[in-house]
């Protein structure tokens, strides 16, 4: 079986300040993808950010970055120059062979201005 | 707007009646997924196609959930005789599948079903 893990129900960060999401899973297979998606109030869950376990070099998307440790199985999302547009539920999420995604509880993310 | 779209974005029912929801994938996608979210949860697998063909059903998907995609197009889901464990937001999502595991899915904005 397939588990993500997202410790931190509740973050908050400053306007223009960094901030980590952390995210652990695991899984018994060798090839597989994790994903970061954000659904706003509206609902919508957006992809963000997404990297192919087999790729070293972490995976970046503008202000949106990824730290891959394969090893421990380790996967957190930092957003850089926070916005207030950043403000959302993040959920990580794992699919490996022909499975349907595995998505984490959640990190409800809060800008503060 | 060539986005997922699904409808009603909200019903609420009494308990014991039928329920139905649409969801109109991107057009070109041939895989459709149905997850389930309540609050404080990451949404959770239901089932999926590939075109009209529903290649997966979660333990979740109780006797009385059934879905269908005719034509490989939309897709419905019912649930029968609702019950208030019932009530969550209901996420339908599309991709287009090509063989690789990183398929990028699209999501709509989900029907929100309120059982009482």
């Known amino acids: 079986a397939q588990t993500v893990t997202q410790s931190q129900p509740e973050m908050s960060v400053q306007e223009a300040e960094t901030v980590t999401l952390s995210c652990t899973y695991d899984t018994s297979e060798s090839d597989y993808y994790l994903f970061w998606y954000k659904q706003p109030p509206s609902r919508q869950m957006i992809l963000v950010i997404r990297?192919?376990?087999?790729?070293?070099q972490n995976a970046t998307e503008n202000r949106f970055s990824v730290n891959f440790q394969k090893a421990a199985k380790s996967f957190s999302l930092k957003i850089s120059d926070s916005q207030l547009g950043d403000a959302a539920m993040y959920f990580c999420?794992?699919?490996?062979?022909?499975?349907?995604?595995?998505f984490g509880k959640g990190t409800r993310l809060s800008v503060i201005a | 707007d060539t986005g997922v779209s699904q409808d009603p974005r909200h019903k609420i029912t009494k308990r014991g009646q039928n329920v139905t929801f649409r969801c109109d994938p991107i057009s070109e996608h041939n895989r459709l997924y149905w997850y389930r979210q309540t609050l404080g949860q990451g949404p959770e697998f239901l089932t999926y196609?590939?075109?009209?063909?529903?290649?997966?059903k979660s333990r979740l998907l109780s006797d009385r959930f059934s879905a269908e995609r005719p034509k490989g197009s939309f897709s419905t889901l019912e649930i029968q005789r609702t019950e208030q464990g019932d009530s969550a937001m209901y996420l339908c999502?599309?991709?287009?599948?090509?063989?690789?595991?990183?398929?990028?899915?699209?999501f709509g904005s989900g029907t929100q079903l309120s059982v009482l």
């Open positions: 196609f590939q075109n009209e063909a529903q290649l997966e």
């Open positions: 990297q192919e376990a087999y790729k070293q």
């Open positions: 999420a794992l699919t490996s062979g022909n499975t349907p995604l595995v």
């Open positions: 999502a599309s991709s287009f599948f090509t063989g690789a595991t990183n398929e990028k899915l699209f």
